[in-house]
């Protein structure tokens, strides 16, 4: 599976007494899911003007090994003046629907700036 992230915007510098804005990203799926234009909203704390975590929701609504539905990934990870971010989701319980309901699961990935693509590995189970 890969992930083509869009990162055309940059994200603002916070400061620790600025309030945390949200930042949109729109993600295409390929593989096991296929998904055009997940979105997926995120907050972002930096600790500097370079390095920061994150949590965010993204929607995604598809098919996930040829069953139709819909289910929100919660992430949560951290990025480095390297370019590197590291991420971990999970499903989160109850957001299944269509064939897709009762999905859990969980996964990562590793993003480096100016990658097309990033594989990420997403573990899964799916009511009989």
């Known amino acids: 599976m890969e992930l083509a992230p869009d990162f055309a915007a940059p994200a603002p510098v916070v400061?620790?007494?600025?309030?945390?804005?949200p930042d949109g990203v729109g993600d295409d799926y390929a593989g096991a899911i296929e998904a055009a234009g997940a979105s997926c909203e995120y907050t972002i704390a930096y600790t500097n003007e370079t390095t920061g975590a994150f949590v965010g929701y993204e929607f995604v609504d598809g098919t996930l090994d040829g069953r139709r539905g819909s289910f929100v990934l919660e992430q949560r990870g951290s990025f480095g003046a390297?370019?590197?971010?590291?991420?971990?989701?999970?499903?989160?319980?109850?957001?299944a629907t269509g064939e897709l309901a009762g999905l859990t699961g969980t996964g990562?990935?590793?993003?480096?700036?100016?990658?097309?693509?990033?594989p990420y590995s997403l573990a899964y189970a799916l009511p009989d």
């Open 82 to 95: 390297d370019g590197v971010i590291e991420c971990s989701f999970s499903v989160l319980s109850g957001s």
């Open 15 to 21: 400061r620790p007494q600025d309030p945390l804005p």
């Open 108 to 118: 990562t990935f590793t993003a480096r700036e100016g990658q097309p693509a990033t």
